[in-house]
DNA sequence: CTTTTAGTTCTGTATTTGCAGAACAAAAAG
DNA sequence: CTTTTTGTTCTGCAAATACAGAACTAAAAG
């Protein structure tokens, strides 16, 4: 089972790790949080991990204090084992794309600024910026309003 | 009155700039992008743009071009006059931040793979995967909503 | 035609990134 | 104590990025 499935498992974490590069992650650290996804069972040590991806123990080790760090991945000890297995940390996992959906960084406010700062000598302009704003506000009321709906949605399942 | 605000204006340029580059663009995409957001007028030439951020024709080039393909920004001509007026595209800006909240290309799907490839026995771990794919299709869902309404609302007030 | 203008494309280079490998550290095992 | 295990941190390099400057192009002006 572990065989048939192994070279699907390289291929799936191959294309994982792209997504999670172009979320703005380390090529490294994409493969790791894949490794971790198709493994079973879903811990492992840090050489296992070393081993399953071929790359160094730097590499190895960078990664997994970066999704520690942003509680992504964790780890379990087992009684008289001295190594770390590590495993996603799915809640953490959710609330990364929590973050990385909801705030849009400073843009808005910068763009309250631009228009402060614009003379009145194309007022077809700045309504275009103010509309723009105005999107941008829009779309994060809607969107934290959507985590709120999630989050009673999951409250009530419980 | 240009003059008091010129500084202020560099500084907006440079934040925003920022701003942009976090967004996933080049360095100096987003600081052709903030000039033509601050210019007064909003339509500005090729070299007015090089001078005023003192970078080489090839990054101005490349930049516009960049922006220009994704509707961004466009320009216009004046009759008996060989140069483009470049000038921001709002409506471009607004669908290109659609585009990019508008989510999460290939995780879900890739997701589901890892669910369907794993075996049963870590149910827990399996559960946690798939409430992490509840989430972000039903945030994908919510989201393409709040657009819809956001285009339902505009289409009113015209 | 030649020259100028307005921009594009190419070539080289400085900077940044991402990782390997080695040196290192801390704790446990012997 | 010494050795082994489980990582971490540092040093250096290879590749990718982003841009400058120069060569080039197309169209208009003269």
Redesign the interface.
Known sequence: ?KST?AR??KE?VE??GI??E??GFQPAVGRVLASL??S???YRTFDDIQRFLGISKSAVSTALNALMAREMVDYITLPGDRKRYF??A??G??SQ?KRK?GL????PE??R??VK???N??PE?NR??L??IE??S??EK??SA??E??ETLKLKKS
């Open positions: 089972m499935s699907h498992a799936l294309k994982i997504a999670v172009k979320a996804l198709v079973d069972p879903p495993q996603l799915a809640p996992l959710i794309m959906i849009h960084s400073a843009l910068l763009l600024e631009v700062a614009r003379s000598k194309y302009f275009s910026l509309e723009t999107f941008i829009f779309m809607e969107i959507a985590i709906k999630w």
